[in-house]
């Protein structure tokens, strides 16, 4: 078995194209570079790898020459993010690591205004829009700023993790509009409140005070996978969802393990299993699921296996019935997903 990884939305190729469309540009052959079949983006429960959305986000930053890929009223220059980060590693605490950041974006694009705010031992991360009323009047507008601001919270997320080194533990994720999709609740490991006043984040105050532990050494090696990892990396392996989602990698191909019996093996009891998934916004059968389609589609694109033989390893009894799951799953038969993208 190959290693299981997470999958990409394909909602979240059809947002970060948005950019490039705006600027007039066909997005077919910019999808083709970066191993995506054009045609996914009409199966709405379609699914790509983290390699190809990676690669998208490479293509896409150097055919607009924009850090967040024309979604913003000007773009942010290549390298933006590189000097911002030098700064940023030579800040004491994660409390003026944040200000720093804030202070430095606030003076490269127009559309938000990025700030820390503390107060009731709370610290807010908000981005607040300088100009709603006439983004508002633009549908379109306003849906690349909406996913403009989104993706820079979230790489402003997993930059301040890998400045301290660890996860920041959230307490919320606010969105003013948009829906908060079961991968946004598995990314940030909250739920997600939509129709809030501002775009943000929220967390304890007391982890302003995390010491920042990189280095430019260090930096050097965070730049060498850069942007990618910005937007598809920083996880914490010891959330419940993870070590969940590792124990049932291990059952791939057979039997998975019911509930009550994770709940065993973690020494918790299923009430309290079902509670803490809850809080991190997730159920049991989501992930179960999650993890089977995770490891076909990975097996479809990375091996030349015959459709049979990856239902027989995924532990169906028949290729049928694993047909028919994964277009429950992805909206898309297993062979015209292979067809489309070929194993690689």
């Known amino acids: ?46 699914r790509i790898s ?37 700064q940023l590693v030579r800040c004491t605490t994660l409390g003026e690591a944040l200000r720093e950041g804030c202070a430095h974006y606030h003076l490269l694009q127009d559309d ?47 930059a ?29 490991q909250v739920p997600v409140r939509n ?14 005070d995390l010491p920042v532990v990189q280095s430019p050494q260090s930096l050097r090696e965070f730049f060498a996978t850069a942007p990618a990892n910005l937007i598809i990396k920083y996880r914490d392996t010891s959330s419940l969802t993870d070590r969940i989602r590792r124990l049932l990698r291990k059952s791939v191909g057979g039997e998975m393990p019911s509930l009550d ?26 992930i179960k699921d999650e993890t089977r389609r995770d490891a076909a589609i990975d097996l479809l694109l990375h091996t030349p296996l015959a459709l049979p033989e990856i239902a ?3 532990g169906f009894s028949e290729a049928s019935t694993f047909h028919r799951a994964f277009k429950q799953w992805t909206g898309v038969a297993p062979g015209a997903y292979r067809e489309a993208h070929g194993p690689g």
Request: one cysteine or more; a positive charge.
């Open 112 to 158: 938000f205004v990025p700030r820390l705010a503390v107060h009731g031992g709370m610290a807010h991360v908000q981005f607040m829009l300088r100009r709603p009323a006439t983004v508002a009047a633009d549908p379109q507008a306003q849906a690349r700023l909406d996913y403009g601001v989104k993706a820079f919270m979230l790489i402003t997320f997993n």
């Open 261 to 286: 019996e994770v709940s065993s093996t973690l020494a918790v009891t299923p009430q309290t299993l079902r509670r803490r998934l809850r809080d991190e916004g997730r159920g049991f059968q989501q």
């Open 50 to 86: 983290q390699r190809q959305y990676a690669a998208l986000i490479r293509v896409l930053r150097r055919r607009l020459r924009d850090e967040l890929w024309g979604l913003l009223s000007r773009p942010l220059a290549p390298g933006s993010f590189g000097r911002c980060m030098r």
């Open 160 to 188: 301040a993790s890998w400045l301290v080194a660890r996860r920041i533990p959230l307490l919320g994720v606010d969105y003013t509009a948009g829906h908060g999709s079961t991968d946004t609740s598995r990314v940030y």
């Open 195 to 208: 129709g809030q006043p501002h775009v943000g984040l929220s967390f304890e105050a007391r982890w302003l």
């Open 312 to 314: 027989a390893r995924l």
């Open 1 to 46: 078995m190959t290693t299981t990884q997470h999958t990409v939305a394909i909602q979240q190729v059809q947002h970060i194209v948005l950019g490039a469309r705006h600027r007039g540009l066909d997005v077919e052959p910019l999808l083709l570079r970066a191993g995506i079949a054009p045609a996914l983006l009409e199966a709405p429960l379609a």
